[in-house]
């Protein structure tokens, strides 16, 4: 089928929503505080009731609308969705498309501060001819590419549908891409069945499996990946398990309660990045609501949840041949997990920049925009046509 013609976008709320949103915090009923430290069980209850009555009292979602509709953004038929993207014209002589991933529990609004550094690199005191044309999709499902009854998409849907963005729509035969979260796998699925669309794939979190071979004769520094990740799934996979055989009823509470919906994204930008327990040390309420925001006002909770359930109940989504087309990875210290170099090129076949970051978590284009912008151009530089 012929894809669709893009149709220009800009993002407003009405205020009938924002006023029952509104009414919803003002009624919120907290729950007690667990014994034991604070955030030792979930999400603290003094923290929440701090960023609830802020959100209630103080947070301003037309400046956040503001942000986003400051760069060009189009819907377009595709896949039997409306797809949301922006796409952002390079300045420089020659920009590189650049196919940008999010993952969960984000959105678009987390490449705000990355995509001006890669789109106009002189205005950061870069080179022009490291310029990219950005082309960033609210992933399918997720916010701005949800609407109520469509067709659920895994990974595999999920990159099929970008890759098709790209060459069909956009008319990009080649591209870059880049992502992390859910939006590395969209990523190293691109590099895995359309290689011959990539001209090489940049990550900041690895989709690679436990080898049993690895298991057999680990090497020191596999074994101490094997102790961190047998914690993570012990206590850190609760959310995976839920999100993954029964992301339905979840939907309920989380669509009904935005206090609710906060407590359960907010818990995890405060464990995936590198704030060392204190939140606001890496993000602003503003950054943290702007993203929490998004997902109440399109009711996109539920469906965000649906590549968990496709991978537990599915294959692998990179295929066994691996990852061909050259690849690269910044590994940022508070990343969920970091598998060293030799287990990654089991999966990845052609690793060209391997770069352990200073700072930085999980939600790098966040945390560390000029650094993650800065190993992108980088890892491109000589990937790009003559």
């Known amino acids: 089928m012929k894809p669709g013609k893009p149709t220009p976008f800009q993002l407003h709320v009405g205020d009938d929503a924002i006023a029952d949103l509104h009414g919803r915090l003002a009624r919120t009923r907290f729950p007690d505080q667990a014994p034991g430290a604070p955030w030792a069980y979930g999400t603290d209850v003094t923290y929440l009731r701090e960023l609830v009555a802020y959100w209630h009292e103080r947070f301003d979602w037309r400046a956040q609308e503001a942000r986003l509709n400051a760069f060009a953004q189009f819907t377009v038929p595709l896949h039997g969705i409306q797809l949301h993207y922006l796409h952002v014209e390079g300045r420089g002589p020659k920009p590189l498309p650049l196919l940008l991933s999010h993952g969960w529990p984000g959105s678009v609004f987390e490449f705000l501060e990355l995509i001006p550094r890669l789109t106009d690199p002189a205005r950061f005191g870069g080179d022009p001819a490291d310029a990219f044309t950005v082309v960033a999709p609210s992933l399918p499902g997720y916010g701005l590419s949800f609407a109520s009854g469509q067709p659920r998409f895994g990974i595999e849907q999920i990159a099929d549908c970008l890759a098709e963005l790209m060459s069909g729509v956009l008319g990009y035969p080649r591209f870059a891409a880049q992502g992390g979260d859910w939006g590395a796998f969209v990523t190293s699925r691109l590099g895995a069945v359309h290689a011959d669309k990539l001209l090489g794939i940049h990550v900041n979190l690895l989709a690679v499996r436990r080898d049993p071979k690895t298991l057999a004769q680990p090497t020191a520094q596999e074994a101490q990946f094997l102790r961190e990740l047998e914690r993570w799934l012990k206590e850190d996979t609760g959310y995976q398990w839920i999100q993954g055989t029964r992301p339905q009823t979840l939907a309920f509470g989380l669509s009904d309660s935005p206090a609710g919906l906060a407590a359960w994204i907010v818990e995890k930008f405060r464990a995936w990045s590198d704030c060392h327990g204190d939140l606001e040390r890496v993000f602003s309420k503003d950054q943290l609501l702007a993203d929490i925001a998004l997902y109440w006002f399109t009711g996109a909770i539920g469906s965000s949840f649906w ?80």
């Open 307 to 386: 590549p968990y359930y496709a991978r537990m109940h599915g294959p692998w989504p990179i295929p066994a041949g691996g990852v061909s087309v050259p690849m690269g990875y910044a590994e940022f210290p508070a990343e969920i997990l970091r598998p060293p170099r030799s287990m990654a090129a089991a999966m990845y076949t052609d690793i060209r920049r391997w770069s352990v970051m200073p700072r930085g978590g999980h939600f790098a284009a966040m945390e560390q925009p000029e650094a993650l912008a800065h190993e992108i151009a980088e890892f491109f530089r000589p990937l790009r046509p003559a």
